[in-house]
């Protein structure tokens, strides 16, 4: 089956699941579930040609959207911060929650990552985005050197149906934080939030 036509069929199940899921009181809109599905997939292109074939309604649509430029060199990186922006006012459904918290942690801002995807964690009754969520919470645990937290979170996972590969990269940094000595991307997040640059934003 050509590609192109599977992944269309993919967002199609997707959306129509995150359907059936609105019935949870505040889980999110289709445009929600769409932007979410594309922006985990890492699809930029398809995001931007979304928000251009009709205007952008969510707030966290809006904000994925940005990431979207700017991951396509078509923003700067102070227009990017726009991202950072009404916290508070993007945090408007469970999927918009875990949608800011992916933007923030590509952003290297673990603070905010880490309260948008608790808010998530916190009003969901989505067994999958609990998972998703708790994988954050632990993610940002590590780097804000939490790191009993860390098990703790790494635990209840293993207990679920969760991706053995991120189980494989999370759980050693947690049991042996000089691990993430080895882990560029971590080593990188730890440091910026000793630096406190996103409580401004909180």
Sequence with gaps: MNRKILYMILMALTCLACSQEQREANYGTEEECRYDAMQLDGDWEGIVAEAQKSPVQSLA??????????????????????????TKEALTSVTGAMMMSDVYMQLGFAALAQRAAFEAMVVTS?????????????????????????????????????????????????????????????????????????????
């Design 61 to 86: 649509c809006h904000k994925v959207f940005k990431l979207a430029q700017f991951r396509l060199n078509q923003i700067d990186s102070e227009a990017a911060m726009e991202c950072l922006a009404n």
């Design 126 to 202: 989505s067994d999958k985005m609990k998972r998703r969520a708790l994988q954050r919470l632990a993610e940002t645990a590590i780097i804000t050197k939490q790191y009993d937290v860390a098990r703790k979170y790494i635990a209840v996972l293993e207990e679920k149906d969760v991706n053995r590969q991120w189980l494989k990269t999370m759980k050693p940094m947690a049991e042996h934080p000089e691990a993430i000595e080895q882990n560029p991307i971590f080593k990188s997040l730890q440091e910026q939030y000793e630096k406190g640059e996103d409580q401004f934003f909180m």
